[in-house]
């Protein structure tokens, strides 16, 4: 069974500072990865989407890599800011059980002024 | 305005008492699925659909019903609610199954 593993569960960082953050899954054979933003209160909002093909995706001030051989996957975010704040998730689609989704628990985000 | 409009937002009931939270969107997608989320244990796929009159079970259908009889509603049914379905449950739709996911805001349910 495919098992996603976010870490650290929470984080703190000064306004200004790069953001890295973790996902890892143990099963090599995902179809793609998502990585989502949810806000407290409110639902997700998808903010990078890569293919098992592909190895990043950039949007802005953000960049997802992904290395499918060791089970990884790095969100990163430029120059964080106080906006920047929310609980970020990352879930796979495996190949063998399309339309299926697992999600990682979250990583926590605290970006302070 | 693009979006996925769950009803109701919260709901307080009793054990045993059908009920059924309702799904739309307005994006003509394919694809649409239930998820809840619970402390500790993150976010859980309950059902999902891929088209019209074909769903499919997540990693915890049990206990909840769904039909997908035209392609914008995907309604969850919960034919006899216990305490252990209290939850946050999201709808979620994408253009097909590979896409990404665009979320409701939540359905907050407390089964007493």
């Known amino acids: 069974k495919q098992e996603v593993t976010q870490i650290p569960a929470a984080l703190s960082v000064p306004e200004g500072e790069n953001l890295v953050l973790n996902c890892s899954f143990t099963?090599?054979?995902?179809?793609?990865l998502q990585w989502f933003r949810q806000d407290p209160g409110k639902g997700l909002t998808s903010l990078l989407l890569?293919?098992?093909?592909?190895r990043e995706q950039t949007s802005g001030r953000l960049n997802a890599s992904l290395d499918k051989s060791s089970g990884r996957s790095t969100l990163y975010i430029a120059a964080s800011q106080p906006g920047d704040s929310a609980t970020y998730l990352c879930?796979?689609?495996?190949?063998?059980?399309?339309?299926?989704?697992?999600f990682g628990a979250g990583t926590q985000v605290v970006v302070t002024p | 305005e693009a979006q996925v409009t769950q009803n109701p937002r919260y709901l307080i009931t009793v054990t045993g008492k059908k009920l059924t939270v309702t799904c739309s969107q307005n994006?003509?997608?394919?694809?649409m699925s239930w998820y809840r989320q619970d402390p500790g244990l993150g976010l859980r796929q309950i059902y999902y659909?891929?088209?019209?009159?074909?769903?499919d079970k997540g990693d915890v259908p049990e206990g909840y019903k769904v039909s997908r009889k035209e392609k914008r509603n995907f309604p969850l049914i919960l034919e006899s609610p216990s305490p252990n379905q209290t939850s946050l449950y999201f709808c979620?739709?994408?253009?097909?199954?590979?896409?990404?996911?665009?979320f409701g805001d939540g359905t907050r349910l407390s089964i007493l």
């Open positions: 659909s891929m088209n019209v009159e074909v769903t």
């Open positions: 099963d090599s054979a995902i179809y793609n």
């Open positions: 979620a739709s994408s253009l097909a199954g590979y896409q990404p996911q665009h």
């Open positions: 994006m003509n997608h394919e694809y």
């Open positions: 890569i293919q098992s093909s592909q």
């Open positions: 879930a796979v689609m495996i190949t063998d059980s399309w339309g299926k989704l697992q």
